[in-house]
């Protein structure tokens, strides 16, 4: 194809001598001369013309003007000469017939005058033969015209075509440039202006070998023209070269297309002009371009760009360092390209026919040949043998041909092109796939053996564009390129090659531009477990070189050169980072917006930087592929998972192989069977082949199985012994212990002679022979063998192995010879990397600036080539990959793969810019160490990665070194510069790690504050300066500190010198340390380079906090909250940055909408809770009142109804006041909150809830000032502003009930507690008004008792229940122990009732009864029903308030129950047993009260009640009665146990036992009189009932039936029966007197109490009696007297001593009668009136009922008037009963 040896350049002559001059001088003489014969040679035959101008047609004047100006060509043609027969030819046609040079046809115009010029310029007698052919073609143009038929040459039939152009072969041929410059430049037109056409390639006749087309030919000749030598020849080649392949018009094939390549080629490497060498690169590169432009199109009319210089990146091309050879060259390519499309010779029809001829034969070959069409042919064609041309390598004789290098560079170079032409087409058609993978993968193995730098860079260069555009189609062998090309170098941190490495982090660099690489690289590598992890390794060996080479180690790098290198790693480093976050951020707008396609690419401008910086725009779209699919992350996450479990088993293995195995089959990454463990042995990559022999060699059973079975795996049939021992140990090397390498050998050998049976009589020998191969081998190969074994030897020692025969000595021999000269390679782990390489440069070379630095003078550093091993090792992986099927490649758009990445990559690029930041001072170095750390935040934050993204902003921060100012740096302020643009961009993900940010922003304005001599934060909590002459003192005393010299009396400026730890509270902390002068100078100077970020930047980020979205404010106002208590916490110098900037940030976001407001107000309400309650009182007190602000702030909002925002605002006052120790803080509350309700209560709402209940709080507050403050508002508000209370939320009048009824308690003065009381009154006049909006039964449930509501109110009720949190107060007030205010809440109370009773339904005067009214008497029922016998006489004295509380309740409750009888009367029940409570009552006052309640009751309502309601009513009044009756049990066991002594007895007792009587009689009396007092009350109770229930009979009469008298005569019937019996405890009686006139005072009234019940039955009998018979006949109240007045007739009797007839006949007869004793005689007076009266109701019975029952009574009125009596009354009524009613009756007997 190409010469094997290019055309030599010729030396350069000597300098010129002065003889030359002299012949340069006459040789300008005479140029002059011919310069003015040639210009009358053109100016003749114009004259000629103009003269015969009128015998010409006017359209014919043009044409034959133009035709007689010469081109530029032509000015350098001699004289006049025959020439002038082609502008006037009379002798053959006449003066009419005239016509242009080369007659009528396009193709004429352009070849005529070309031949005329060769004609001039040619020697008569050197070339006659080109004259004559000239000028016969002349002759023959002349005569032609255009031809329509198709023709290579346009207008020139195709049998013509080859005459007329043989004279411009010719001319080419000549090789002198004068004669051939006119060809080249009619070959130039002919095919920059589309004469030429059709294909042009190198086929030849069968007996010639000449060609046959005449193009092809013309091009051939040019071709050959490369080697000439002459300059001016080798630019004329190479226009009309570029003009032929330019041409769309005309598709150069195969082999011609070759030649072409080849001639440029030639002057590439041959000529000895600079220029000419540029020309012809960028001629080759143009040739590249245009080709595969076309192939992508596969049509030849396409756009082409032009190539520029900068596409050439060979560092050995020394041409590339003259810029003025450039700038030509430059010009020369862009002349060619673009200077011939405006001649308008061929139209633009003509031209789009000729286009489409040939694009129509392209198609139909490629549809007749099934394949690639002709164009895409060539291109296929022309890029494998760039290929083959840049495997060429020097022979051995001349190992480093620098002619052989240029070239190959070159081809390198052209390939490099032609990647980055590829397009589509490339990377979907198999073929040219193929071709890459074939030849081009080929050419980068085998060139990186090379140490040429400019060949490892290309190497890179191509790689970087196969990375780009190949991806999909080249995974595999990708995968296996990046670890040799890149990550070898890259690893090597001790003797890399400086220039090299610079080449690999500029590759990374550039492959970071493009984010979808990296990401790609991830999914396919990284996460596929049968491929290395290229991102983690690339990221890591990026970490290494930016830790630069570690202490104590030698290494071939400066310092220099490794500073730079370690900072262009960390600015690869930020790149990596970079591309990930672009990535995301993409991925992340276009999932808002439109489905991710595949489709979707960067921008041109970021493709076009992926090969260089001026490198032209790429077509980078990978989606055209087949071999390629989606992937979702989870399943990725599962592969990736797979992997990481996978390579830990495997590095498990490498260490201990028996546990790694284990590791895996338990976690079922491998079977457990042994075939399948013995699989993974051979088949897995990144296993230990020491370790696989290791494990093949163990004695343990399953090892057995496994190493049995790996071998079985092996196929050795048709091998001979060594190449199978050979291939056996290729997998694993062979163990050290003797033990281990039998048992394989063994079965190797059993495994041989079964492939193998009649190799070896028995395996045996097999075993013997294989130990002797190994043995061989090591004794041939081992440097240390010094006497190596012969082959004599070796046979000797393998003498009777078979079977006790002897093996062939040829077979030996032959066995022999292959061990000895070829090793058997025991495979190693895997090939080292070279450790050290020796550099020659001295002086630092910018790879950025590489070809203006180079100077050629130095010897040129050489890059590290791969070795033959590591070529081999891959080799035979590529064969490995050939054989399998090819691997998917995955396309990923979900943004979650960036967690793995992250979690792989981030804590290397920590360390990387941490190091950067720490140890270097260069700002470039810096700023890309912080650009890392940008990126590194923001897409840990997006991805919500807390833990590494908290690590990222902690570093930061730490690097601002904020804490120690005094050590800080230009790099440390922009640190904080990037804490700022960190807050600023990704405010919305930082989440927690906005502290961290806070806390940076909080130091730097400290130090601003201390730069600009501002007064302490704790100046503003200090109220100790309160004269006007301190505050004069404070404030000269604030002079800047950056002007004043002296700052060592400034405790705040020592604090921030001595500076502290990032994690302290605050600077300062040391406080023993001292300050030199030297540090305060170093600290000023520090707090100016802080002047770079002024407070704008600081504010800016507050400012900004209204574009955060919700979840993102309220993570930063805890934050915010969070640094702002460690401001106020300082003991020293509490701050307040933070305060100020939460009111700032709640006013920004009040406009927030109401969720997220809340969430705020949620965080900031807590934070004002916790400084409020602050010991520090100045800090509390500061931030009530920022508090305040805020508040303020907020009323301002109109807060539509039904909302609760207010009240959430101001809870932090009501916790506060609750909570707060100090009075001075609950003071400023209620200040506060009166400032705010009066300065804006037109505004206020939901906020009157707060109000009113931290009002509630003063109201019980200790102090007075606060109590009066806090109800002097109260005041204001109900009487000025009840309107606004109302007006929206209706709910907040309980609240203001419940604050009013708080004053009422109010224990310092009893006039606020009574205006309270009236202001409720006040509350209930207006609630009474209406006007409130209906209550919502969904809120607020808490009114009142919650018990007492009734679910069955309907909602016209629903305004009754704002009554009972007011009437509940005041019935609490009832209990309340001053008397005034108990009086005035009971009076508004039942007042409020009385007057708006009337508003309230049934049910609602139910829950009044229930909650408020009950509650009055609770008390009052427990005490009498439960407690009686707990109280005594002096209940009544210490709780007279009480009583008299009671008796008001009772009286006001039986009014208001008989005003609303009506509405209420179910609650009948209720009422009476209240009442009776009070009758029972063992307390006269509540007795009476009772009583007069009873009566008062049924007086007003007995004609009201039904007949159950009377029984209802009277049934609870007996059973009252019945509940007192175990009383007297009670008061009889008191008195059991007490024994009343005799007080004659008590004297006579001796004086031994004085102190134990004492003692004992102390206590029985005090025990005594409590139970004479109780049985005192106790009869008083009895009495009460009897008179209650008298009096109920004798006013209700009327109105009761029968079954109620029933009842009541049962009530009083028990009395009088109870009545008898308590008198007929004579013991107790006994004791009772004994008692009484020990203590000397009146027993109780046992008689009097028996008579009383007596006599009141029998009052109402006889009533009964005499007023309703109907009624008393129903009853038998007859009998009922009778028996009642006999029992008082036997009673008296009984006192009076007189027996029965019953008693008599038991008793001895008595002889006389003692007279009755002063007792019995005042016993027998107080029973008279009863014995009175029941002889007065026995006269008053009819006489049929007196003669019916006088059987029964007579005997008693006989004992009567035989008895002693005490007074006469008896007599005189026993006189008048025997006289009226008796005698009448006896009479009639």
């Avoid at 080249?474 to 090659?497: C, D, H, W, Y």
């Avoid at 079977?803 to 000595?809: I, Q, R």
């Amino acid at each position: 194809m190409f010469p094997a040896t290019p055309v030599r350049p010729p030396t350069l002559s000597s300098p010129p001598s002065i003889a030359s001059n002299k012949r340069r001088r006459r040789r300008r003489d005479e140029y002059g001369r011919r310069g003015r014969r040639r210009r009358a040679g053109i100016f003749l035959p114009l004259l000629l013309r103009i003269i015969l101008l009128p015998t010409f047609p006017p359209r014919g004047i043009a044409v034959l003007v133009a035709s007689s100006l010469p081109s530029r060509s032509d000015l350098l043609i001699s004289p006049l000469s025959s020439s002038s027969r082609c502008f006037l030819s009379s002798d053959r046609c006449g003066m009419a017939s005239f016509q242009p040079l080369g007659g009528s046809s396009r193709a004429g115009r352009v070849l005529g005058p070309a031949l005329d010029k060769i004609i001039r310029n040619a020697s008569w007698r050197k070339h006659s033969d080109l004259v004559a052919a000239c000028k016969s073609a002349l002759d023959r143009l002349d005569s032609l015209s255009d031809s329509p038929d198709p023709s290579p040459l346009l207008g020139i039939p195709p049998d013509e075509a080859n005459f007329v152009l043989n004279p411009i072969v010719l001319a080419v041929d000549s090789a002198r440039f004068k004669v051939a410059e006119p060809a080249f430049e009619c070959a130039q037109k002919l095919f920059s202006h589309g004469l030429f056409r059709g294909d042009i390639h190198l086929e030849a006749d069968a007996d010639d070998a000449t060609p046959r087309s005449a193009t092809s030919r013309l091009l051939a000749s040019i071709c050959r023209c490369g080697g000439t030598g002459d300059e001016a020849i080798e630019l004329a080649m190479l226009r009309v070269l570029i003009a032929s392949v330019r041409s769309h018009f005309v598709l150069i094939r195969d082999e011609c297309l070759t030649q072409i390549v080849r001639s440029c080629y030639n002057v590439y490497l041959g000529s000895h002009s600079g220029f000419n060498q540029l020309c012809a690169k960028l001629v080759l590169a143009q040739i590249v371009v245009i080709n595969y432009t076309r192939v992508e199109a596969d049509a030849m009319d396409v756009k082409i760009r032009i190539v520029s210089i900068v596409d050439m990146i060979d560092l050995s091309d020394r041409n590339l360092s003259d810029s003025t050879l450039v700038q030509a060259a430059q010009n020369f390519i862009n002349e060619a390209m673009g200077g011939s499309d405006a001649d308008p010779l061929p139209s633009k029809s003509y031209k789009e026919e000729g286009s489409r001829q040939l694009e129509s034969a392209n198609g139909e070959e490629a549809i007749n040949g099934g394949g690639l069409s002709t164009i895409r042919e060539n291109g296929l064609f022309l890029f494998k043998n760039l290929c083959k041309l840049s495997m060429k390598f020097a022979t051995p004789d001349n190992p480093e041909d620098p002619l052989l290098l240029r070239g190959k560079v070159l081809a390198l170079e052209l390939l490099k092109i032609a990647i980055e032409t590829a397009g589509p087409f490339w990377r979907a058609n198999e073929r040219f796939l193929g071709a890459i993978k074939q030849y081009l993968c080929l050419s980068l193995l085998k060139n990186s053996a090379l140490s040429a730098m400019s060949v490892y860079q290309l190497l890179c260069t191509i790689f970087l564009a196969l990375m780009s555009k190949f991806r999909p189609a080249l995974k595999e062998e990708l995968g296996i390129f990046f670890p040799m090309l890149v990550l070898r170098i890259l690893e090597n941190i001790l003797q890399p090659s400086f220039l090299q490495k610079m080449i690999v982090v500029n590759f990374l660099e550039k492959i970071c531009q493009d984010p979808q690489i990296i990401i790609d690289i991830f999914v396919n590598y990284d996460c596929d477990v049968n491929a290395p992890n290229i991102f983690e390794r690339f990221v890591n060996g990026l970490l290494k070189t930016a830790l630069g080479v570690p202490a104590g180690s030698v290494t071939s790098l400066s310092t220099a050169q490794d500073t730079t290198l370690r900072n262009e790693s960390v600015k690869c480093l930020t790149g990596v980072i970079k591309s990930m976050s672009i990535w995301m951020d993409q991925q992340l707008r276009i999932g808002d917006f439109a489905p991710q396609s595949l489709d979707n690419q960067p921008s041109a401008e970021i493709l076009a930087a992926l090969i260089g910086e001026e490198a032209g725009v790429l077509d980078y779209d990978l989606n055209s592929d087949a071999n390629h699919e989606l992937y979702d992350t989870a399943t990725l996450e599962q592969r990736r998972a797979y992997k990481l479990e996978f390579q830990k088993g495997v590095s498990l293995f490498n260490k201990k192989p028996l546990k790694g195995i284990e590791f895996l089959i338990k976690t079922k990454k491998i079977g457990a069977s042994s075939e399948e463990v013995a699989s993974f042995l051979k088949n897995a990559s990144g296993l230990s082949a020491t370790m696989i022999g290791d494990y093949l060699g163990d004695r343990d059973e399953f090892c057995l199985r496994v190493m049995h079975a790996y071998v079985d795996t092996m196929n050795f049939e048709g091998m001979n012994f060594g190449e199978a021992i050979r291939f056996f140990l290729r997998g694993f090397r062979l163990p050290g212990e003797a033990q281990k390498i039998d048992r394989i050998m063994e079965k190797f050998a059993e495994r041989y002679c079964k492939c193998n049976p009649s190799s070896f009589a028995s395996a045996d020998t097999a075993y013997v022979l294989a130990y002797s191969v190994i043995m061989l081998n090591t004794d041939a190969h081992n440097n240390m063998v010094k006497d190596k074994m012969s082959k004599a030897e070796f046979i000797r020692n393998n003498r009777g192995i078979d079977d006790g025969k002897d093996l062939s000595e040829d077979y030996l021999g032959s066995l022999y010879d292959q061990i000895v000269k070829n090793e058997i390679k025991i495979s190693a782990d895997f090939p080292a990397t070279p450790n050290k390489q020796p550099s020659s440069i001295n002086k630092l070379l910018g790879f950025d600036n590489i070809f203006d630095l180079v100077h050629w003078q130095q010897a040129e550093e050489k890059a590290l080539g791969a070795n033959d091993l590591l070529i081999r090792h891959i080799q035979e992986q590529f064969k490995e990959k050939s054989g399998k099927s090819e691997s998917m490649f995955y396309a990923v758009t979900d943004v979650s793969i960036l967690r793995f990445m992250m979690e792989v990559c981030w804590a290397p690029m920590m360390a990387a810019f941490s190091v950067t930041l720490d140890q270097s001072d260069d700002k470039s170095a810096t700023t890309q160490g912080l650009q890392g750390f940008r990126y590194a935040v923001h897409v840990t934050s997006v991805m919500h990665m807390q833990t590494q993204r908290d690590a990222f902003v902690t570093s930061v921060a730490k690097f601002t070194y904020l804490h120690c100012a005094a050590d800080m740096k230009q790099k440390n302020v922009d640190a904080v510069k990037a804490i700022i643009s960190i807050a600023i961009e990704d405010g919305n993900y930082l989440q927690e790690s906005w502290e961290h940010i806070i806390t940076c922003l909080s130091r730097a304005e400290h130090l601003h504050l201390l730069g600009e001599g501002a007064p302490p934060d704790a100046s503003l909590f200090t109220a100790l300066l309160t004269e006007a002459e301190d505050n004069k003192s404070q404030k000269t005393q604030a002079v800047s500190v950056k002007k004043k010299g002296n700052a060592l009396q400034n405790p705040a400026v020592m604090a921030a010198v001595r500076g502290g730890t990032y994690d302290s509270a605050s600077v300062g902390i040391k406080a023993s340390a001292l300050v030199t002068p030297d540090q305060i100078k170093s600290f000023i100077s520090n707090l100016n380079l802080l002047d770079q970020i002024g407070s704008f930047e600081l504010n800016h980020i507050f400012t900004h906090s209204q574009r955060l979205n919700g979840e993102a404010i309220v993570a930063f106002v805890q934050a915010l909250c969070k640094v702002s208590m460690t401001e106020l916490q300082s003991p020293t110098e509490p701050r307040v940055f933070c305060l100020t900037k939460i009111v700032e940030i709640a006013h920004y976001n009040m406009n927030r909408i109401r969720l997220v407001w809340s969430c705020i107000w949620h965080v900031l309400s807590e934070y004002f809770v916790s400084v409020g309650l602050s010991e520090n009182l100045s800090v509390a007190i500061f931030v009530m009142d920022s508090l305040r602000q805020l508040a303020m702030k907020f009323l301002e909002r109109e807060e539509l109804a039904n909302y609760n925002f207010q009240n959430e605002f101001l809870r932090p006052f009501l916790v506060v006041m609750q909570n707060s120790s100090s009075s001075e803080i609950r003071e400023l509350i209620v200040r506060c909150i009166s400032q705010m309700v009066m300065g804006r209560v037109n505004h206020v709402k939901s906020g009157w809830k707060s109000v009113f209940m931290v009002f509630t709080v003063a109201a019980t507050d200790e102090r007075k000032s606060i109590v009066l403050l806090a109800f002097e508002t109260m005041e204001k508000i109900v009487r000025d502003c009840f309107s606004y209370i109302t007006e929206t939320e209706t709910m907040i009048f309980t609240d203001c009930v419940k604050c009013l009824i708080a004053f009422t308690n109010s224990r310092f003065n009893n006039d606020v507690s009574l205006n309270a009381i009236a202001f409720i009154r006040y509350c209930a006049v207006k609630l009474a008004e209406g006007g409130f909006v209906c209550y919502d039964k969904s809120t607020e449930g808490h009114l009142g008792n919650g018990d007492a509501f009734d679910e069955n109110l309907s909602e016209k009720d629903d305004q009754t229940f704002f009554w009972l949190p007011l009437l509940d107060g005041l019935s609490m007030l009832t209990s309340d122990t001053r008397p005034t205010i108990r009086k005035g809440a009971m009076e508004v109370l039942f007042d409020i009732l009385k007057d708006h009773g009337h508003l309230f339904p049934p049910t609602f005067w139910n829950n009044i009864i229930k909650s408020v009214i009950y509650h009055m008497f609770n008390n009052t029922q427990e005490i009498t029903v439960h407690e009686v016998l707990l109280h005594d006489s002096q209940y009544l004295q210490d709780n007279s308030w009480k009583s008299e509380t009671d008796t008001l309740a009772a009286k006001c409750l039986i009014d208001l129950f008989v005003r609303y009888f009506d509405v209420i009367r179910s609650q009948l029940g209720n009422v009476v047993a209240i009442v009776t409570s009070y009758l029972i009552s063992p307390y006269k006052q509540y007795a009476n009260t009772g009583m007069a309640a009873l009566l008062h009751l049924t007086g007003h309502l007995g004609r009201k009640l039904s007949e159950e309601e009377w029984k209802d009513t009277l049934i609870t009044l007996k059973n009252s009665t019945v509940s007192t009756l175990p009383i007297f049990s009670s008061i009889t066991k008191i008195m059991q146990d007490i024994e009343i002594p005799n007080r004659h007895s008590d004297m006579e007792k001796s004086s031994d036992n004085e102190t134990i009587e004492d003692d004992e009689e102390k206590a029985r009396m005090e025990t005594t009189p409590y139970a004479i007092v109780r049985m005192k009350n106790y009869i008083s109770l009895q009495l009460q009932i009897v008179q209650v229930v008298t009096k109920v009979y004798e006013v209700n009469r009327k109105c009761l039936s029968a079954a109620h008298v029933s009842i009541l005569l049962e009530i009083l019937t028990t009395i009088a029966s109870h009545s008898s019996e308590v008198r007929g405890q004579t013991a107790m009686q006994l004791k009772f007197q004994k008692a009484c006139s020990l203590l000397e005072i009146p027993g109780p009234p046992v008689v009097h109490f028996e008579n009383e019940s007596h006599q009141n039955l029998l009052k109402v009998l006889q009533t009964l009696l005499i007023e309703d018979r109907f009624l008393s006949n129903e009853l038998k109240i007859e009998s009922q007297v009778v028996m009642t007045c006999q029992n008082m007739f036997q009673i008296y009797l009984n006192c009076a001593g007189k027996l029965t007839d019953e008693d008599s006949d038991i008793r001895p007869k008595l002889h006389w009668i003692v007279p009755l004793n002063a007792n019995k005689k005042e016993e027998l007076d107080a029973r008279t009136s009863l014995v009175v009266l029941s002889l007065q109701v026995l006269g008053s019975l009819e006489k049929d009922s007196l003669r019916r029952n006088l059987r029964i009574i007579f005997p008693s009125l006989v004992n009567l008037i035989s008895c002693e009596h005490s007074s006469s009354k008896v007599k005189n009524a026993l006189f008048d009963i025997f006289h009226s009613s008796i005698g009448p009756h006896i009479m009639t007997l």
